[in-house]
């Protein structure tokens, strides 16, 4: 897994709190799975905060990302 650095003037992200306080991160993906196949294994960084691949809507073309809380650590899971 490897790390992106999100910049909100070239790429459109929108950031949401939800009412548990967990920050989350949607992108827009034009191309649908393309790009979303591109970052779903990245750990996302915006504004300092870090975001791991949730899911994404291929009826809305956006992807969403969840924000690590802090004091938790990054999980992968392999399939073996």
């Known amino acids: 897994m490897s790390n ?3 910049d909100s003037k070239e790429i459109r992200a929108d950031y949401r ?3 548990d ?3 989350w ?3 827009s993906v034009p191309n649908g799975w393309d790009d979303v196949k591109k970052i779903s294994k990245k750990v996302l ?3 300092g905060r870090k ?3 949730s899911g994404w809507n291929s009826d809305r073309n956006d ?3 969840k924000e690590e809380l802090a004091g938790s650590s ?3 899971a392999r399939f073996v």
Do not use: H, P
């Open 45 to 47: 960084t915006y504004e």
């Open 25 to 27: 991160l949607y992108i």
């Open 4 to 6: 992106i650095t999100i």
């Open 17 to 19: 709190v939800s009412t």
């Open 63 to 65: 992807c969403f990302f």
């Open 74 to 76: 990054t999980v992968v």
């Open 21 to 23: 306080g967990r920050g």
């Open 51 to 53: 975001f791991l691949f």
